[in-house]
């Protein structure tokens, strides 16, 4: 976009996976009918076809979508997430199954008791400080309910996520964008890409089934880890982040439920040898798979490692193998081209924030293109760094899961503890919080471009049991007998718990019954 954008554009959106019909959704909901909106996928090209978490942001995309969970959770079999658990990162006794959980309001005394102790225990304290015993969401997850209030309106707010059929959720979005928003559809593979001689912006599309010539105004690039504008056309270069996120393969293999547990609330991923395997329930079945990194284990034997990890559950069942690029894209948007999705870059599934980011980068998308004002430059400029900011925001949290992991079983695990924090932001907060100093104090410095907040770094830092001995602490520590056993605090949230949050699977039963 060499020039300013025209009144009402038409986007062409190329690419019908997840990334492509949450975009045109979110672009025609919030533009309007002013705009024209296409979107052309292939259907020789398939989507990734995984992606079956969220995080919170998801409910405000189906908020700004005008969308209940009453009308898509049930036809996306989706369930509830409380968090996720980490089995296996850590052998510190105690400390063998971190909890990263979703927080609530009703969460504030505990959670700060949590904090304080944390904070002692970096001080060489033998205080309790494991997140799973001090979070609602964490019980939750354990009692296997929904982390929703039976009577919301009688309690705080509380925050919570979705696991969801990706293809489902993909056929859902497509269907109320083209009956709801109005937008055009269009199957058949993008053969061409015609560009202005002279700006450089892309005008016009050729297909090749039709011979069709598509022309639009701006362009979305939703075409996967290909990257088929940003990168094939316009050039961008792709920064891979094999320096501080090994892995880049995974295998899926989905089994049944267990009929006589009520479904998990949580999303587990847990260390196996060369990677991790996540687990994530939905209402007919679960979704698993390993990641791991090719340098240290063959796709065969990783097939191998998974299955036996399931057990007699995976037997017979078909596994899907595919690549990932990680990283991103040095500038998202080019000319009038933004990347968004697969395309833009990839982290690791481990904190399931793809999604989130998607919504991101099209939200910030949307707030650019309204508030105009600036010339295109500057406005691709700050949102380009806007959006490097969150992936590396998201990087800094991910890649720390490595570098406190305390395996010694494999070489993989060894080398990942070696690894340099992809940040000086990370490695000063890891110094930080090593050295007994004020981690609220390194936090804030670092507030503009960290993407998780104060809760999720001492839950991560501490969840992995990371208390070195002999910290020098930067304040004198409380007494310890003002100290919050962990028993003590889960006693509450039990109660809690059981008094107000249904088991998961009547939540779920109502709300389809609602529908
Ligand atoms: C193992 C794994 C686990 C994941 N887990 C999670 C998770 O738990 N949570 C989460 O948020 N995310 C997760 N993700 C990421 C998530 O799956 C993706 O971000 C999401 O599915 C979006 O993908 P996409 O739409 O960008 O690309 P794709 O699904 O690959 O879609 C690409 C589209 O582009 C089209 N296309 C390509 N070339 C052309 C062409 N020449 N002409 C026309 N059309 C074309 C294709 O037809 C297709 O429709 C995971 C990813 C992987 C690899």
Partial sequence: MTSAPPASPHFVIVGGGTAGWMSACLLARQLGPACRYTLVESSD????????????????????????????MPACHATYKAGIRFPGWSTHPGYESYVHPFFNEADRPLGQAFIQQANQRRCGEDVDANPADFFLAAELARQRRAPHYVHPAQHPATDYAYHFDSGLLGSFLKRHAQEQLGLQHCVDTVAAVERHAESGDITALRLQSSGQRLEGDFFIDCSGFRGLLINETLGEPFIPWGDRLFNDRAIAIPTPLEPDRDIASETTSTALGHGWAWQIPLTHRHGNGYVYSSQFISDDAAEAA?????????????????????????????????AIGLSQGFIEP?????????????????????????????????????????????????QTHYLLN????????????????????????????????????????????????????????????????NAPGHRAAPSQAMALSGLQARAALMDQARKHFLPHRE???RLATSA
């Avoid at 079956?52 to 942001?57: A, D, H, V």
């Avoid at 406005?379 to 900011?389: D, G, K, P, S, T």
């Fill in 45 to 72: 090209i398939g989507i990734i076809g995984v992606g079956e978490g969220s995080t919170p942001y998801l409910r405000d995309f189906f908020r700004q979508l005008g969308l209940e969970e009453r009308d898509w």
């Fill in 406 to 469: 305390t395996r010694e079983d494999t070489e993989y695990w060894r080398a990942n503890r070696a690894m340099k924090p992809g940040s000086d932001r990370l490695a000063e907060l890891l110094a930080s919080w090593d050295a007994g100093a004020d981690f609220d104090a390194a936090l804030g410095r670092h507030e503009a471009a960290l993407m998780y907040q104060r809760p999720s770094w001492y839950c991560l830092l501490a969840g992995m049991g990371r208390f070195p001995a």
């Fill in 306 to 338: 998974l299955r036996a990890h399931l057990g007699p559950a995976a037997e017979g069942a078909s596994a899907r193998r595919l690549k990932m690029r990680v990283g991103r894209v040095a500038r998202h948007w080019r000319h009038n081209c933004v």
């Fill in 350 to 398: 481990l904190e399931a924030t793809a999604l989130m980011l998607i919504q991101f980068s099209v939200q910030h998308l949307i707030e650019a293109l309204q508030t105009g004002g600036d010339d295109p430059a500057t406005l691709r400029e700050r949102y380009n760094a806007e959006i490097n900011r969150m992936f590396d925001g998201v990087c800094d949290y991910v």
């Fill in 507 to 509: 939540a779920l039963r």
